[in-house]
């Protein structure tokens, strides 16, 4: 079992900046692959970005957010971030973060998400 905490959002204006972060419960931090997602209302969760596994070099992006938004780790910590910067109101969302061993976020392990909301 992992338990995952996200915090760090809140209101900011179109253009700045937030860091998320994302605490694990488990021990054993560096195996899971981490992600971001985001539920915007009346929309599908959507993939953010993620990093995989191990020391954390590797990462994905979805198109949406490339050049914005940076994703991090510390296994020591067992923490995982998202710097999102740049933001645009269309970045207005609850986004969690989940972890997972396989190739299935389905099957992972999921937070509870925080609110990122973007002023004009």
């Known amino acids: 079992q992992v338990q995952l905490v996200e915090s760090g959002g809140g209101l900011v204006q179109a253009g700045g900046s937030l860091r998320l972060t994302c605490a694990a419960t488990r021990r054993i931090f560096s195996v899971y692959t981490i992600g971001w997602f985001r539920q915007a209302p009346g929309k599908e969760r959507e993939f953010v970005a993620m990093v995989w596994g191990g020391s954390g070099t590797s990462t994905e992006y979805a198109e949406s957010v490339k050049g914005r938004f940076i994703i991090s780790r510390d296994n020591e910590k067992r923490m995982a971030y998202l710097q999102m910067n740049s933001l645009k109101p269309d970045d207005t969302a609850v986004y969690s973060c989940?972890?997972?061993?396989?190739?299935?976020?389905?099957?992972?392990?999921w937070g509870q998400g925080t609110q990122v909301t973007v002023s004009t």
């Open positions: 989940a972890a997972q061993t396989s190739t299935s976020w389905t099957s992972g392990y």
